[in-house]
């Protein structure tokens, strides 16, 4: 590969390319920060030689000769802005087309109305030093392969983002399809967002969104940049399982403050050109997509940013993760080819991604992972790290190991599978937690401490744990009592506060388990919408078998915590009446998950089981230890089967449960503590891959006193978990092992069969 004897081959002045234009031609000179102010000079010292031509253009915010009124002005104007340069030539008599359009008709208007002969651009060239794709990374040279890898491990552009990501609530929709990190220790970042398209029902449908940018490689080449975006993308949504011909793309542009500095002004240009030239290379289009020139502050400049974000339809059962599955099973690896400009060749690219495609469809692909930042290097230790699976490098070569190869891809075989067509076996998994390549050896452990410690101060993932032991007491006692009046499908009743958003999942699960329900919204703007809400809450639960209190944010969560918007609304003394009669005359249950649990115990009826006025020194749910709010899954055990609620479980039985809260800390006295554990109302606890409660994160993701997730009434008929246990389906969360469903909702209904 030679890019730069390419460029040379191509390049000439400005005088020598307008020898172009002819008497007679249309001239397209570009709109906004792509017009080519220089080819225009070039073009107007031409003015005498030239008849009749038209200058296409929008926006122009710079002086140039093509605008002045007080000489003979040959060129007359095209445009479908009035901007600065425009206003002059209006103002000055010239010759001017004006066509008011709107900018999605731009290309319309283009294509209808401007149909140019010659188009100029003015765009910046790939930057003179050694080209990003081919030199090894700054962090690998002079470096032994093992003080590489770790250092690669440290890139902030590679590290761990975990506790970053987990303020965000990945999994709210009871839909997604893989968890931000998966595999057994919830490590492998996952590289596309796979989420099951909104239904009342239950689907397979689902979209796959993804995104690609590198800003070194942009800030070498705006125009390879946006390349190998578009290429990075789509190489995401073919890794995920999807159809690369099929995805669509969306941009989202952002450069620095233009100003008079020439090079500046291409480097936007040549991004969009970049980006072009993969669309058409790929056949696959931009509908959408957003720019934000304003990238500067004070002499501080964005690098040039042309992120591509590309969607796919896909089937969620073909939906793979990134995570390995095991040992023993062969890597294989898929290389782009590029030509002499380091461009991949594009009909060669869909061979090799329809390739791949089709080996997931055959189910022979258990984990894939795109190429890039990194390297192949960095490639395998993301897919290692989720389940501590060993990797043995024999076919990457010590100079490749950390080349951005982007729009590559490892994937791992499933035994006895083929070695699909264009790529080659690279290596096995293996049962050591171990990375082997190029005669160097790394421990996973050691491999994690690196990529996990460059963000942990800015974005921890761990807090010191407040207790030493959080012991494990079986009650197996089950609470047998039955109501008087069997229902075949009872009715639920989930009332939806402002900032409730988990109403839709609940009721969902309950449908699933054969119950009919009745979501209400609560409306608090008024004092009629008030009253009329506590009526209609009244008489709901009064209709209800089941009353549960979904989780969410109710009120923004203030003031004072979580949960007292609905606590408070339900001190209502006919709200009251109605619960109390709910579980003392009619048998009922209640349920509440998250903010719902929140409530609960505000309320008092959990622990206690009535609504009561609470002391300074009750139980309660307060903030993380850690100072922020988690989004993940963890583990539970069950601790308890008293409540009618787990009665589908054993004692023992540990569940993969999603959380998301910012105050789920159960803080309780000792003595009662002790208490509960004798009553058996400690229902659930955060646990380790064992099943022993945990103290620490991230097993305890809250730093729980006992590690509690979940307590019930004394009878056990009134039950509050932090865990989502709703968020469960055939395709949800599928990078994360484990069983999730805790079978609450379907033991709720039945309890009353």
Not at 59 to 83: C, K, M, R
Not at 336 to 365: F, N
Not at 680 to 686: F, N, S
Request: charged share 20%; with cysteine.
């Amino acid at each position: 590969m030679n890019w730069k004897k390419d460029y040379e081959a191509k390049r000439t002045s400005a005088a020598e390319a307008v020898k172009l234009v002819r008497s007679g031609d249309r001239v397209y000179a570009g709109t906004a920060s792509s017009v080519a102010y220089g080819l225009l000079a070039a073009l107007w010292d031409r003015r005498h030689e030239l008849e009749n031509v038209e200058i296409q253009s929008s926006q122009a915010f710079e002086p140039s000769p093509i605008f002045d009124e007080t000489v003979d002005n040959p060129f007359h104007y095209l445009t479908y802005f009035i901007g600065v340069g425009e206003r002059k030539v209006y103002r000055g008599g010239l010759p001017v087309n004006f066509t008011s359009v709107h900018l999605s008709q731009v290309n319309i208007w283009s294509k209808e109305t401007a149909k140019p002969d010659v188009a100029f651009f003015e765009v910046s060239a790939p930057d003179e030093a050694a080209p990003y794709l081919t030199e090894k990374p700054d962090f690998a040279k002079n470096r032994t392969v093992r003080e590489a890898w770790l250092a690669m491990l440290g890139d902030l552009n590679i590290c761990s983002q975990k506790g970053l990501v987990e303020r965000f609530d990945g999994t709210i929709g009871a839909g997604t399809i893989l968890a931000p990190y998966g595999g057994v220790y919830r490590d492998s970042p996952n590289e596309a967002m796979a989420a099951l398209i909104p239904t009342a029902g239950e689907t397979t449908t689902a979209m796959l969104m993804s995104h690609g940018y590198d800003p070194d490689l942009s800030t070498w080449s705006p125009f390879h940049g946006a390349v190998y975006a578009v290429t990075e993308s789509l190489a995401k949504i073919c890794a995920a399982g999807g159809d690369v011909s099929r995805a669509r793309l969306t941009f989202q542009e952002y450069f620095e403050r233009l100003n008079k500095n020439k090079i500046s002004w291409g480097k936007p240009a040549a991004a969009l050109l970049g980006g072009l030239s993969a669309q058409l290379g790929f056949g696959t289009a931009s509908i959408g997509g957003k720019d934000s020139m304003s990238g500067t502050f004070e002499d501080i400049h964005v690098p040039p940013t042309l992120v591509s974000f590309a969607v796919g339809m896909v089937d969620a059962r073909d939906v793979v993760s990134t995570d390995l599955k095991g040992a023993g099973h062969r890597l294989a690896l898929l290389t782009l080819p590029t030509d002499d400009a380091l461009v991949p060749e594009y009909d060669k690219a869909l061979m090799l991604y329809e390739s791949l495609h089709q080996a997931i469809l055959r189910g022979d692909v258990l984990s894939a992972h795109t190429v890039g930042r990194g390297g192949v290097a960095a490639a395998v230790t993301m897919m290692a790290l989720g389940s501590r699976i060993g990797v043995n490098l024999t076919g990457v070569a010590e100079d490749a190991l950390f080349l951005p190869a982007y729009g590559g891809i490892v994937a791992e075989l499933k035994d006895g599978a083929p070695v699909p067509a264009g790529l080659r076996e690279i290596g096995v998994t293996t049962e050591g937690a171990t990375l082997s390549a190029c005669g160097m050896n790394l421990s996973l452990s050691e491999a994690r401490s690196a990529w996990s410690e460059p963000l942990e101060t800015v974005f921890p993932t761990d807090a010191k744990a407040k207790h030493t032991a959080a012991p494990f007491i079986p009650y197996e006692t089950r609470n047998t009592a039955r109501p008087k009046i069997q229902i075949a499908r009872p009715r639920v009743f989930i009332p939806s506060f402002p900032g409730t958003n988990c109403e839709l999942d609940s009721e969902k699960a309950f449908r699933r388990a054969g119950a009919e329900t009745d979501v209400f919204v609560f409306r608090n703007l008024t004092a009629k919408g008030i009253e009329e809400s506590v009526e209609a809450l009244t008489e709901g639960i009064n209709r209800a078998q089941i009353v549960m209190l979904p989780g969410g944010f109710s009120a923004g969560d203030e003031p004072d915590g979580s949960g007292k918007f609905i606590a408070t609304a339900l001190r209502n003394p006919r709200i009251m009446e109605a619960i109390m009669n709910l579980l003392n005359k009619r048998d009922g249950l209640m349920l509440g998950i998250c903010n719902g649990f929140q409530a609960l115990i505000k309320l008092g009826l959990v622990p206690y089981g009535e609504i009561r006025t609470l002391r300074e020194d009750d139980p309660t749910l307060t903030y993380n230890t850690i100072g922020r709010h988690a989004a993940t899954h963890v583990r539970t055990v069950v601790s308890s089967v008293k409540s009618p609620w787990m009665a589908g479980v054993n004692v023992g039985d540990v569940h993969q449960v999603a959380i998301s809260h910012g105050e789920g800390r159960f803080v309780c006295r000792e003595a009662q503590l002790k208490q509960l554990v004798a009553n058996g109302q400690i229902v659930t606890q955060y646990c380790n891959l064992d099943g022993v409660p945990a103290v620490k994160m991230p097993e305890n993701p809250n730093g729980s006193y006992w590690a509690v997730e979940g307590i019930c009434s004394p009878d056990g008929r009134v039950l509050g978990k932090m865990g989502h246990s709703e968020r469960i389906g055939a395709n949800v969360a599928k990078n994360i092992p484990g069983e999730k469903d805790q079978k609450i909702f379907e033991s709720g209904v039945a309890y009353f069969k």
